[in-house]
């Protein structure tokens, strides 16, 4: 993705490294949104908007800011980093990069140096950052292991497995991977009269309380938090076309919803709500299942049904504490439409502090299980 000049004045250069007679540049990109660091995304097949410059503007309503990070080699964007943070405290300042970074390169070069530059952006402008690498890549989360990252010891803020259905298929085979309880429920829906839809920006407050009575059931807190911030996410992709609603009804009645939101050819069922009402009658799997049609005919090739699980630390090794995830009720629910689970990379941990890195390293690992950790991180973070 070029740069264009109209972009200096958003735009602070800030380092530079010399690969084989070419330069490898890296600027703070200030500019929120940034149109070109998100067309990047879009038109390269990274699937996270986790780490488009929409997602960082949307967040602002809850206090979040954002440090991005863009690499160019020949005129054109190879990767980059966008971290979210809030800044309780100037020496406290605690950052999340989620599915990143994003690194459009097979040169080593390339993919060395931007995580190094990843690591020095750290030192200087963090106390700590908590990273989870892009799915499948391997790569990216092995080489920061190399350079010193630690694996996380804060559970449930990286989730470590997610629900994925390949949409290379024609929608009867879609149909016929399903389990055969699925099919089945699916029709009675449609016999019941269940009718799927799409809804519009004017409806956000009644997918929010639809979301907040379902968190209500789960006993966790709605995330987003504020119908504020559901309408600027909102208002941001859909300039771009890359958000849409669903309900599921009966008669006027509106019993479920979901959000998807769209990055190049993937969709991710983002967030759902849903009254509890008429579960005999199976609203959500046709919900679901109009969404996946839906996707398949908008070009989609794939889409996540939502993450799940956590990766825990035990003596400073990482594990993923799924061995009961098959007898939760709402994975059973989303493998039935015949996707694979499939893994998320571990979170990684680093602190600027060097005697920090130490204690993560050698003694922290051993207090992973206790809840004080938590309290400390989520006191200066709150819901991601």
């Known amino acids: 993705m070029s740069i264009a000049g109209r972009c200096d004045n958003v735009r602070k250069k800030i380092g530079e490294i ?19 660091w998100d067309n990047f995304l ?22 979040w800011k954002t440090g991005r990070i863009i690499a160019i080699r020949n005129n054109q964007i190879v990767g980059g980093f966008q971290i ?25 070069i390339v993919m060395k140096s931007i995580l190094n530059y990843l690591k020095i952006f750290i030192r200087h402008k963090f106390f700590a950052v908590l990273v989870q690498a892009p799915d499948r890549e391997d790569r990216i989360t092995s080489e ?6 630690r694996p996380n010891f804060i559970k449930w803020i990286i ?45 956000l407050g009644l997918f929010f309380k639809l979301m907040n009575t379902t968190c209500q059931r789960r006993g966790v807190r709605p995330n987003p938090s504020s119908l504020r ?21 009966l008669n006027d009645i509106i019993i479920s919803a979901l959000i ?3 990055m190049g050819e993937h969709v991710s069922l983002w967030k759902f709500g849903w009254s509890g009402e008429y579960p005999h009658l199976r609203p959500n799997e046709l919900l679901f299942w109009e969404i996946i049609k839906w996707a398949k005919s908008a070009g989609c090739i794939s889409a996540d049904l939502g993450p799940f699980g956590t990766y825990l630390l035990k003596r400073g090794k990482i594990y993923d504490a799924r061995e009961n995830y098959l007898e939760m ?13 499939v893994n998320l990379q571990p979170g990684l941990i680093h602190f600027s502090n060097p005697l920090i890195n130490f204690l993560a390293r050698t003694i922290m690992p051993y207090l992973a299980n206790y809840s004080l950790t938590e309290k400390i991180f989520y006191k200066f973070i709150g819901s991601t």
């Open 84 to 108: 979210l943070y809030k800044e309780k405290l100037k020496f406290l300042k605690f950052g999340l990069l989620m599915k990143g970074p994003v690194i459009a390169s097979d040169d080593f």
């Open 159 to 203: 989730k470590s497995a997610n629900v994925r259905i390949n949409l290379n298929l024609s929608e009867d085979q879609l149909f016929k991977k399903m389990k055969r309880q699925k099919r089945q429920n699916i029709q009675q829906a449609q016999n019941a009269g269940i009718v799927v839809r799409q809804g519009s920006r004017g409806e």
């Open 144 to 149: 920061l292991r190399q350079i010193g990252f």
């Open 18 to 36: 010399h690969l084989a007679g070419e330069s490898l540049t890296f600027w703070e990109s200030v500019s929120c949104p940034d149109p070109e």
């Open 229 to 249: 911030t559901l309408e600027k996410i909102w208002d941001l992709f859909s300039i771009r076309g890359k958000i849409a609603l669903f309900f599921a009804r």
């Open 329 to 341: 009720q709402d994975v059973r629910f989303k493998t039935g439409f015949g996707g694979m689970i």
């Open 42 to 63: 879009f038109s390269t097949g990274f699937e996270h908007f986790e780490q488009t410059s929409l997602w960082g503007e949307a967040k602002k309503p809850e206090g």
């Open 260 to 262: 998807v939101i769209i």
